[in-house]
């Protein structure tokens, strides 16, 4: 076991412990399982066509969760989440997660259209096939969300994600922005979009045999650290950058009862490097399936 999950094992055992107070006092204790089929057309995030690789992938995983105080005006959880990645072609790729997580939620008004106020700390460790991208991962997010009418919500927010691998090439810094709209069509059938704005590290890889020595320089001059050979893309040279990626998310979500759901989405995303002229996109599809235990 990597000194990833010795540190996150700790984390989630002294959650556990508090958890295991709360339930024998009675407290609400759920369990959100999930299952994804995705396919991605660009993995290695390259902007050349000679460069950009496909994979399609499976996710599963479980999320506890359970209630650790609940006041006049808001809700405290504490959650734990497993979960495991499967890529097709690219078997570095494939990861597992284990990861903890405290959510308070409140608001002012219990009143129809009222706003609520969510503030989540997340850290895990996230283990992959390759060596050089073995992460541990801390986010920090605060969320506003309200009710529009009786068909329409909305949610926004502000995260800062930070990144610390293995390999420095994959160290990476983020705050981003989020706007997400919902339309409830028709009984239980959901439609939504969600934009992100993020600002921070991105990398992206390419064949060095490839391009020009000219082209090169510039992206070396302007690269924050450089993994000259990368474990899962033998053959190409990874690169971080500063630089701004746009995310777009269109979806359906098929409510079929309390506690289940599907769900299919389109993110299609758009990264523009700070300090040299590259720009590589990508789109992910995804279909999903949603439970709900409550224990």
Known sequence: MSKHFVLINRIIYVVLLSYSSQLLAGSDVFVDFEATLGFDDNVTRAAEDID????????VG???????????????????????NKFSRFDGLSNAVLAGKLNYTF??????????????????????NSFQRDSNI?????????????ATSMRLGLSYRDRDAESSVFDTQNASFFINMDWAVVKKHIVYVTYKYDQGDIFSSLNTDLYNPGDLLQIIEASSFIEPVDDVFTDKTTYRLDGTTHFLTLGYNWVQNLHSSFD?????????????????????????????FNL
């Open 52 to 59: 950009i690789e496909h994979d399609g992938f499976i996710t």
């Open 138 to 150: 801390a986010t920090a997010s605060a969320t506003m969300g309200m009710q529009i009418d009786d």
């Open 264 to 292: 299919f989405s389109a993110r299609y995303l758009e990264s523009t490097a700070d300090d040299v002229d590259l720009t590589y996109s990508g789109l992910t599809l995804s279909a999903t399936f949603f439970h709900r």
């Open 62 to 84: 479980g999320t506890g969760g359970l209630e650790l105080y609940e006041g006049k005006t808001g809700v405290l959880t504490g959650k734990v989440l497993l979960e495991g």
């Open 107 to 128: 608001g002012f008004s219990s009143g129809f259209g009222a706003p609520w106020f969510a503030l989540d700390l997340a850290y895990g460790a996230t283990e992959f």
